[in-house]
């Protein structure tokens, strides 16, 4: 079992910046791969963010208003936590951000959302224009 608990959210302006926390128990964390996912209002959940249990490997979501270039994934796995640096937010980012963690996940699948084991209880990212 891997508990997840997500912290960092909150309200920010247009053109701002965020980092979002995931601290993790449970499972050895250094081997477990990790993945950001964000849900908007009336909208499915997407894929943000991952990064391997090495740190070697991240990965980005690349739709129109891509969050590469903007947005950082990093892990600390000293302290069980992986972040998500969030920069240049604009209304379009506003979400429920959730991190998630598996195992096993290839370049081919750590983008799926099914492919992650546990999930955590999401914080709320509202970004006012």
Known sequence: QVQLV??????VQAGGSLR???????????RTDMGWFRQAPAK???FVAAIRWSGGGVYYADYAESVK?????????AKNT?????????PEDTAVYYCAAGSGLSQ?????E????YWGQGTQVTVSS
């Open 69 to 77: 270039g903007r947005f950082t994934i990093s892990r600390d796995n």
């Open 6 to 11: 997500e912290s960092g959210g909150g309200l």
């Open 114 to 117: 099914r492919r992650y084991d």
């Open 82 to 90: 992986v972040y998500l640096r969030m920069n240049s937010l604009n």
């Open 108 to 112: 081919g699948t750590i983008m799926q």
């Open 44 to 46: 499915e959940r997407e």
């Open 20 to 30: 979002l926390s995931c601290a993790a128990s449970g499972r050895t964390f250094s």
